[in-house]
Structure formats: C-alpha cells, structure tokens
C-alpha cells in the first residue's frame, strides 16, 4: 500500500513538474530570437570594419550562430525609399563574399540555402534583388528553380537572368533558355541578350528567327546574340541586316558582324572569318573597321602576314599603317591559326577586348550616339577615328544612353599638364563629378600637379578615394582605362594594372557632398577641363541590360 502512494506521488510530482516547465518553453525561443538579434546588432554597429582581421572575426561570429544569422540581417533589409540599411546590406554581403572563398564549400551551402529560404518569402523589390545579387556570389544549381521563378516578373526578371547567368551551369542555361518561349517586349530581349552572352548553342535556331524582325531593338538583340554564340552560317543575314539600316545602327551592326567574325577564327572557322575581315577591307569602310579586319586577319593568319603587314605600315592611312606597325610589333605575332590567343595585347588592351560582350559606342566617324553637355559644343570633334576635345570653354560629352550597372573601356591620350576625366551614373544638371562620379585621368607626373592630393591621380574616384599605386604613361601615349560600375562596386583598371576596388557603401559619410554615390544609374561622360584630350575604342558592356528604348 506504501509502495503504490510512492508510485501515485512520483508520478503526481513527474507531471506536475511538466506542466510548470511548458509555459517557458515559448518565450524561451522567443528571448532566444531576441538575443541573435542583439549579438548581430552588436557585431554589425561598426561595419565596415576597421580592418580585414576584424571583419572577418565578424564573419566567423555570424556563421557562429548560423541560418538565423542570414535571417536576421535580411530581415534588417529596407527598401531605400523607406530609410536606411547600408550596416546589415554590408554586413550580409562581407559575409557572403567571406564563403566564397576557397575551402569554404560546407558554409558556402547552408549560407546558399539560408539566402534561397529568404528569397521565398514576400519582400520589397530592392530587397529581393540585392539577396539575388549575393546567390550570383555563392548558389549553384540549388538556386536555380527558386531563381527561375523570377523570370516571369516584370520587375525582377533581370536580376534573375544576371543570377542565373553567374552560375555558369548547363541547368541555369536551361531555364533562361525556358523563358524565351512565351516572352515579349523587354523580357524577350533580356532573354535573348543572356542566351548570346552564355553562348548557347542550342538558342541560335530560336534566336535566328527574330533577326530580321521590323523591331529594332528585337533585331538588334538577336544579331548581338548571334554575334556571341558564333554558329558558323549566319554571314549572309549579318549582311542583309547592314543594308537596311544607316547611321548609328548600322555602325553597330557592323561591330556586332566583327564581333562574328573573332568568335569564328576563335573557334577554328577560318573561312568564314576570312570572308568577312575581306568584307570589312574596302576601301569604302571606316577606317577604323578596315584596322579591325586587318586585326582579324591576323588573327588568323599570324606571321604569314609579315610581309603584306609591312607593306600596309608603309603605305597606307594613317590608322590602318599604325595597326600594322603595332601587330608587327605585337609579343603575340606569328601565333596564326585562328587562336583568341592572336587577340592578346593589341592596342593595350587584354584579349577581352574582343570579347563580344562589348558593344563600340563611338563609331570612329562622328558624335552619333553622344550628346555635348555646355556651352561649347564646337569644343568636341573626330578625326582620324580620334575623338577628341580642344580643352575650350568647359563642359562635357554625355552618351545619349543613360547606365547602370556596366564595364566602359577606352583608351585616352592627355598632353603634358592635361586633366580631363570619365563621368559615371551622371544627371543632365549639376556638376557630375559630384551629381555622378568621376574617375579621374590626369598626366600624373606633371610638375604643377606634385603637390595634389592622392584622391586627385589617375584611377581615382575624384575626392572620394585615391587608387593604389600610380601605372600611368608619360603625357603623349595612348594608355588604357577600363571601370566597372556593378550597384555599389567600383573597378578602375589603368594599363592592365587594377588600382582602385571599392564599395561606395564604404564611403557614405561624404554623400552629403557627393550626392552621385547613391545613384543607381545616370549618363557616363568625357570631361573638357582646358586642354585637348584623346580619345578612341570606347567600348561598353551593360551589365544589367538597361533597355532604356524598349521601356520608353
């Protein structure tokens, strides 16, 4: 009788001590929420770091706490309109740049699958994109079917098609290759543009079938995708789309027929190739486009050429002879064969130069595309497939196109004391070097400019931050620039050398000053400051595909 009151009491005091305990149990992990959000909060309030060290202890404390770590700062997302959130959109982008890096495959994973449970959920438009943004860094075949989704949204389907696009994969290529069967208008064109510059072999059919349509901007899409893929067999409807268009778009459609025509020697189709450098030979083409078939035909034929080359040095125009000159003197002459590698180092630039994701946007004969901004618009002229400003008056030279997210080469020539420099994401009004940015071009060595600051030299984001090291020419040489503008990451590369990396979310605190820092898109320029300035192979590659004609 004893023994079962014991039992009766130990299971009364069992249960008792449950029913106390349950209540806890929920504002215990709702405290627990609460303290993740205080600890990140914490670690985030002095981002960005003062050093590398520390920001990277940050990181191992947020992978510490793991997947609530990615939800709480994505949580702490805003929508720009609504206020600020630049501590935990720099705090979540160090952290995935942090597991891309080699060896960090495990965290890379729960990282992409914590990303891919946020992007399910209901957020603001800007929000959604930026989280797209750091999957373009760290997803894999994973993200593709959450991305995907996207590609059916009007106001997020080219973030999707960058995301995708940075996978690299054959599961990537087949969803965006999805996407074209029912789309139109601007998402037809997005699709198309992704299709080329992914080089898939599988579109061109598809693609070929919108080359001739009465939509320029259709047709435009599609032959640049063509130009990409470089399918031997489309010559003929290259040709066929030059002849009906003049002007500015039919410049274009010439590059786009080049570009052809390097991806074909590229990949071992000389005859073709052939056909077309001796197309773009004649007399009767720019001089500019005759030097990028001789550039052509050297790629494919290599020290056969010597002779002829030499021949040409001597005797032709002026442009066409200093191509020659060059490609004689070029480390890569004699490589024939048709390789990309005969590309390498012509002109000063890398082999990307003729990567056909570039599109030329000074045609080497007039100012079609571009637009004086001033008063002095007898201040800017071409010649000799120069562009070029006499340093009268002031002002500068906008594209007619405005940009967001985009690679801009060009080389440039500055005389002893010359000044001038390239504008990015300007306004129409204002002074762009602060309205936008400006990257600075200076002849660095001039003695009137020994005592500038380092924020004033070659490479810089003028009076926001100073390159890393000074590779200029002496004033006189052609030299070659290249920046990448992609949201808030800027590039600037100065004679294949890069000399400036930098998130403008590091340097808000002289926004007030620098309104630019915070624009998402806006004209690129050429700066006239009172000495002549050269300029010549401008060429862009639009990141994220602004279509602005096709919006309008």
Do not use: C
């Amino acid at each position: 009788m004893n023994q079962r009151l014991l039992t009766i009491l130990l299971s009364a005091l069992v249960i008792g001590f449950l029913l106390i305990r349950i209540p806890f149990a929920a504002p215990a992990a709702s405290q627990t929420t609460e303290n993740v959000q205080e600890q990140i909060t914490r670690l985030i309030v002095n981002m960005p770091a003062s050093s590398q060290d520390e920001e990277h202890w940050i990181n191992e404390q947020l992978l510490d706490i793991g997947s609530p770590a990615v939800e709480v700062l994505s949580g702490m997302l805003k929508d720009p309109a609504i206020g600020s959130d630049l501590k935990p959109r720099y705090a979540l982008s160090s952290l995935i740049n942090y597991v891309a890096r080699p060896g960090a495959e495990q965290q890379r994973e729960w990282v992409e699958s914590a990303l891919l449970d946020e992007l399910r959920r209901d957020r603001p438009v800007d929000v959604t994109v930026f989280l797209m943004e750091q999957l373009s860094l760290i997803g894999g075949d994973a993200s593709v079917p959450v991305v995907q989704n996207y590609l059916w949204d009007q106001s997020l389907y080219n973030p999707a098609l960058r995301t995708l696009f940075s996978l690299e994969s054959e599961q990537a290529a087949e969803a965006i290759r999805g996407a074209l069967t029912d789309a139109s208008g601007s998402r037809q064109i997005a699709v198309i543009k992704a299709l080329g510059e992914l080089g898939d072999e599988q579109a061109a059919d598809h693609i070929e079938e919108f080359a001739d349509s009465d939509s320029w901007s259709l047709a435009r899409i599609s032959l640049f995708a063509l130009a990409e893929i470089g399918q031997p067999g489309h010559a003929e409807l290259f040709e066929q789309a030059i002849g009906r268009q003049e002007g500015f778009r039919q410049s274009e459609l010439k590059s786009f027929y080049l570009r052809y025509g390097r991806q074909l020697a590229a990949r071992g189709y000389d005859e073709e190739a052939e056909s077309i450098a001796v197309y773009f030979s004649g007399t009767d083409q720019p001089s500019h486009l005759q030097s990028q078939a001789l550039e052509l035909r050297y790629a494919i034929h290599g020290q056969a050429m010597a002779d002829e080359l030499a021949q040409i040095a001597e005797g032709s125009a002026p442009e066409l002879a200093r191509t020659a000159r060059e490609l004689t003197e070029s480390p890569g002459a004699g490589s024939g064969s048709g390789s990309s590698d005969a590309y390498e180092d012509i002109d000063g630039f890398s082999s990307d130069q003729f990567e056909p994701d570039f599109i030329e946007i000074f045609n080497g004969e007039n100012l079609n595309g571009w637009k004086v901004m001033g008063d002095h618009s007898d201040s800017w002229g071409v010649e000799d497939g120069i562009l070029f400003t006499d340093g009268v008056g002031s002002g500068w030279l906008a594209t007619e196109q405005e940009y967001d997210d985009f690679v801009i080469e060009l080389e440039y020539r500055v005389p002893e004391g010359g000044n001038s420099g390239v504008f990015i994401r300007a306004p129409e009004e204002g002074n762009p070097a602060y309205q936008g940015f400006e990257v600075q071009i200076l002849d660095d060595y001039a003695e009137r400019y020994a005592e500038l600051q380092p924020w004033q030299y070659t490479g810089s984001i003028y009076d926001v931050k100073a390159p890393s090291k000074r590779v200029t020419k002496p004033a006189g040489e052609w030299q070659s620039m290249k920046i990448r503008a992609d949201g808030p990451l800027i590039q600037v590369t100065v004679n294949g050398e890069m000399i400036l990396s930098t998130s403008l979310i590091n340097h808000m605190e002289k926004a007030d000053g620098h309104p630019g820092l915070k624009r998402r898109s806006g004209y690129i320029g050429l700066q006239n400051h009172s000495n002549r300035v050269d300029f010549r192979n401008i060429r862009i590659k639009d990141i994220q595909e602004m279509e602005i004609e096709e919006r309008r």
